[in-house]
């Protein structure tokens, strides 16, 4: 299981983190991604860590704005995110892959889902 914590309300600018708790003993050897949704959208890809590289990727949208990190020993991830705009307002979901997967960047790549922390910036 995941659960997500630390959304909020936030001025446009500002900063927020937030983290995901895995519980189970495989957490190490999973890929960790976020993904987001905003109101009559799709979900879509944020950020991805690998397990032993934590080798990250991000989308283009969120690039030098965004960190995705992961404390293994505490089955752990994280999202900073700064400079924050109305835009990144969205519910944001992390997900975990225990499977060989291409990209990590596509919702099918992910067996479980967290149920999603508010994330709202105002103008």
């Known amino acids: 299981q995941l659960r997500e914590s630390g959304g909020g309300l936030v001025q446009t600018g500002g900063s927020l983190t937030l983290s995901c708790v895995a519980s189970g003993q495989f957490f190490s050897s999973h890929v960790m991604g976020w993904f987001r949704q905003a109101p009559g959208k799709e979900r879509e890809f944020v950020a991805r860590i690998l397990s032993d590289s934590k080798l990250t990727w991000y989308a283009d949208s969120v690039k030098g704005r965004f960190t995705i990190s992961r404390d293994d020993a505490k089955n752990t991830m994280h999202l900073r995110m700064d400079n924050l705009k109305p835009e990144d307002t969205s519910v944001y979901y992390c997900?975990?892959?225990?499977?060989?997967?291409?990209?990590?960047?596509?919702?099918?790549?992910?067996?479980?889902w967290g149920q999603g922390t508010q994330v709202t910036v105002s103008a």
């Open positions: 997900a975990a892959s225990g499977r060989y997967a291409y990209t990590y960047t596509f919702e099918r790549e992910y067996d479980t």
